[in-house]
């Protein structure tokens, strides 16, 4: 069992200590009775608050007592390991874990830490411009009630997994009943986990709990370190005001603020890892964090004054988890020098906005108060804020950690902060942490009508779609599909020529129809929004290429001389997967690249063996994984294991490889298995999979268009306010486009030689089958030597192969194409293109592919100089 013992008033709770919550039981009559080491989790302090005179001190919390960084990390991060248990590692997977503000904020980051991949949030009462409000709710008994919840990203919350929710103490359950009803209305989920270090009910709101979750049609449990109750005794509330009226009266003066010597330490914080939970926090953030903890930890001990044994490390009110990590990592670096015969010994507490009683008695939890003002410019205007037991505690030094918002003149005042510490101590050290502020997106307004999955649902603005709930093995074993009640509420398949200019027969598309919406932004803007980090590709479109007559004419010619060669590919992956995957596949091809080529495998299948195949396209988008409703949607109409996942062409594999990931996280998420993730494609250049029409890197004639030649669809859409969580991902029908249409007439050139490839695809395939197709991924292999010897440090900037490359021209902003010495024909339209947009193109002779393309890197406008290359920005 850790040790929670109470450093500063040297009580533990065992049998012959001072309890310190002794002071206020013999005055007030209050008792505190449960669990054997509850006296050692809490004490009892009185504060000036009209609502509840009594305050539970925490002993483990790290925001009023001085602790050891180990204990109060480790109660939180051993809650989680519960959590963890409790709902299984898939469960565990899908979960997020919000804390509450200001108390909880570094206890529910432990926890987060412990239930292992899950995100956390905490609540916050620091509006943030720029961050829209994803809910809020109050705490009823608190000095100051109404929180705010900004996560950077607003799917956060809208996802179906189990919501953990942390507090400190579960006493009325009152703040976690709000919380859940604010967040149910807008994002109902079937299971929530309430966790807290103490579980302090009374009797009469032990059954409130079961009864909320039967209301609400979802589970609810319970998990404490400790439990038990208060008695209070008739009157306590007024006798607890009159006491702390008499105290206070009679309060020594507290000492005088003076001149502080404050040695500033430059922490080295890891760019982009955020502060703390106030905007999310993820298991990558923490990745980052925790690599560079060493490295900041030990510029704070070298700060520290020579022959100091006992340092306080101060949080800033919500701001615990940064400095907490800091002082556990200082902890542990210093803990292993012989610093004296004792080591170092290192205490962690919080500021805080709560005003308690200070009584200077072993019996009492709060023995010590400094008084100073608020220095974070706070919303609700200025005020007094307080850190408890730092006065007294004979400190040779406090690290006082604050964001940069709360790095102003009132910190460095004569009253603030840092001068009211160094009365107390001999040394004061300040570190601040950026204060993390979400980028603003660079993308259009969102349309003013609610999406389709916020109909009916008043106020409801954001509707992204997030992780979702895993099925246990109750439900998994019911006769019907367990995905029948969610597959449900999805619309069936958009087709033509409703929705793209294919007939209906062709292709069904699993995407929302977002054609109204204004989704279109110039080039060069996109590309520096999408380079800065302010935006994602998938949140925004190009704007549709309009080929001139030169390049259509060469789009024809293309297609006439290639049409054979492609024929013999669409017949050769098809008779592929028919012999090794599926006698009845589901095709399921990648839109929108992938969709043409889904359709003449179609007809190739119609046509050389009389079967109809299934064809529906979907949405997978890099960094976001493939749209896990369309997933549902398929695994309630067909049977996983015959979906076969379709695309146009491999360039590095990134795609084949988002997929498996994606199709993984599903499984343990939904629990639906069958799903195969390997990919048939045209053309494998990249030697990323098994099924494949062929390995050369050569002219497919349909990556020469975007929407013209792939059904008249835009590429797929995934952002928040257009996507709910239960919607497709969105695309947009260019029906305007209808004029310069060539989808059809391309499928219909390519099928009309599938009588002249029959015998050469025959041939093809029983080499294939007999062959080691094992990928070698020698593509991605060149990609990443390529980017290192262009100086571009960022596989995603470089894109191989001639439909990549073609991509690159017509959608991003290029910096070159590189071309292998002597490719002929098959780069005439790249040749075009570049020289239309005035890229230059480079002869190599030693590429593994016919070309490749490269994104400016560090783009921004006018970011090129004059020689052609990128400057740094």
């Avoid at 919550?21 to 302090?45: C, H, K, N, P, Q």
């Avoid at 590429?847 to 400057?871: E, F, M, N, S, W």
Wanted: aromatic content about 6%.
């Amino acid at each position: 069992m850790i040790n929670a013992a109470n450093d500063t008033t040297d009580t533990t709770g065992a049998s012959g200590a001072v309890w310190s919550g002794a002071w206020v039981a013999e005055r007030l009559g209050v008792e505190l009775v449960g669990d054997e080491e509850l006296s050692g989790l809490l004490g009892l302090a009185l504060r000036r608050n009209p609502k509840r005179a009594h305050l539970l001190v925490s002993n483990v919390l790290g925001k009023h007592v001085p602790q050891s960084p180990a204990v109060v990390h480790g109660y939180g991060f051993e809650l989680g390991r519960r959590v963890r248990e409790l709902l299984g590692a898939a469960g565990a997977r899908t979960a997020v874990v919000l804390g509450y503000a200001e108390t909880a904020t570094g206890l529910g980051h432990s926890v987060a830490d412990g239930v292992g991949e899950a995100p956390y949030l905490h609540s916050t009462r620091r509006p943030v411009e720029g961050v829209h409000q994803a809910g809020g709710f109050e705490e009823s008994h608190s000095h100051a009630t109404s929180h705010l919840l900004l996560p950077e990203d607003p799917t956060l919350l809208a996802g179906r997994g189990p919501l953990v929710l942390v507090d400190d103490e579960f006493s009325t359950g009152n703040t976690v009943l709000n919380t859940i009803r604010a967040l149910h209305e807008r994002y109902p989920r079937k299971r929530y986990v309430v966790v807290a270090l103490v579980d302090m009910r009374s009797a009469a709101d032990q059954g409130r709990l079961a009864e909320f979750a039967q209301e609400i049609g979802a589970r609810v449990d319970l998990v404490a370190a400790a439990k038990g109750t208060v008695r209070l005794p008739e009157g306590v509330l007024e006798k607890g005001q009159a006491l702390v009226a008499e105290y206070e009266k009679a309060a020594a003066p507290t000492a005088a603020a003076r001149a502080a010597q404050v040695t500033r330490v430059e922490l080295g914080w890891p760019d982009g890892v955020p502060d703390g939970g106030r905007h999310g926090f993820t298991p990558s953030h923490r990745a980052r964090l925790e690599s560079a903890l060493p490295g900041m930890a030990a510029r704070l001990a070298e700060a520290l004054p020579p022959g100091a044994r006992r340092v306080l490390v101060l949080g800033f009110e919500e701001l615990m988890y940064a400095p907490l990590a800091l002082a556990r990592e200082l902890e542990k670096s210093t803990n292993g020098l012989e610093k004296s015969a004792n080591g170092l010994e290192i205490r962690f507490s919080t500021t805080t906005r709560s005003p308690v009683l200070a009584v200077d008695d072993p019996g009492y939890a709060i023995r010590s108060r400094i008084v100073f003002p608020a220095h974070d410019e706070p919303a609700d205007g200025p005020g007094e804020r307080y850190a408890y037991n730092v006065a007294g505690g004979d400190f040779d030094a406090v690290v006082a950690v604050v964001d940069s918002t709360a790095d102003t003149p009132a910190l460095h005042a004569a009253d603030g902060l840092l001068a009211t510490l160094a009365a107390h101590t001999p040394s004061v050290l300040l570190a601040v942490v950026p204060s993390y502020t979400p980028p603003v997106r660079h993308h259009r307004a969102a349309p003013s009508r609610p999406s389709a999955a916020a109909a009916g649902k008043e106020g409801r603005r954001f509707e992204g779609t997030g992780v979702k709930e895993p099925l246990d093995a109750a439900e998994q074993k019911k006769s019907i599909s367990p995905v029948t009640e969610r597959s449900s509420m999805l619309p069936e398949p958009l087709r033509g020529p409703d929705f793209s200019s294919y007939a209906p027969d062709e292709v069904g598309w699993l995407l929302r129809d977002l054609s109204e919406v204004t989704l279109e932004a110039p080039t060069e803007e996109r590309e520096e929004a999408i380079q800065s980090g302010g935006a994602h590709y998938a949140e925004s479109l190009p704007v549709e290429y309009q080929p001139s007559e030169q390049y259509q004419a060469l789009f024809h010619s293309a297609l006439e001389a290639s049409a054979e060669r492609i024929a013999l590919a669409v017949g050769v992956v098809t008779e592929t997967l028919l012999a090794e995957r599926a006698a009845r596949p589901v095709l399921v091809s990648l839109a929108r690249a992938g969709t043409p080529v889904g359709v003449l495998m179609r007809r190739w299948a119609q046509y050389r063996h009389g079967v109809e195949v299934p064809h529906y396209a979907v949405s997978i988008v890099r960094g976001r994984g493939i749209d896990a409703n369309a997933l549902r949607w398929l695994a309630a109409h067909h049977d996983p294991a015959a979906v076969v996942f379709v695309d146009g062409w491999t360039g590095k594999g990134a795609i084949t490889r988002e997929l498996a990931a994606a199709l993984l996280e599903f499984e343990e998420s939904d629990g639906i298995t069958g799903f195969d993730p390997e990919i048939a494609v045209l053309a494998d250049p990249g030697s990323c999979v098994r099924t494949y029409g062929t390995r050369e890197d050569f002219l497919i004639p349909s990556a020469c268009l975007n929407s013209t030649v792939s059904g008249l669809i835009s590429r797929t859409v995934l952002r928040s306010d257009l996507v709910g969580p239960d919607d497709f991902h969105g695309a947009k029908f260019y029906r305007e486009l209808a004029g310069v249409d060539v989808s059809v007439e391309f499928l219909d050139a390519i099928a009309a030689r599938f009588a002249d490839v029959v015998d050469a695809v025959d041939a093809r395939t029983k080499e294939l089958l007999a062959a080691d197709r094992t990928p070698t991924w020698e593509g991605w292999a060149a990609v990443e030597r390529i980017s290192e010897e262009y100086g571009i440090h960022d596989v995603n900037l470089v894109k191989p192969g001639v439909g990549e490359t073609t991509r690159v021209l017509l959608r991003r902003v290029p910096w070159k194409i590189l071309a292998r010495a002597g490719a002929g024909a098959d780069l005439d339209h790249v040749r075009l293109l570049a020289e239309q947009r005035g890229v230059p193109v480079e002869e190599v002779a030693e590429l593994p592919y016919t070309c490749v393309g490269l994104i400016h890197p560090q783009y921004t406008r006018g970011a090129t100089g004059a020689d052609g290359k990128a400057v740094a920005v």
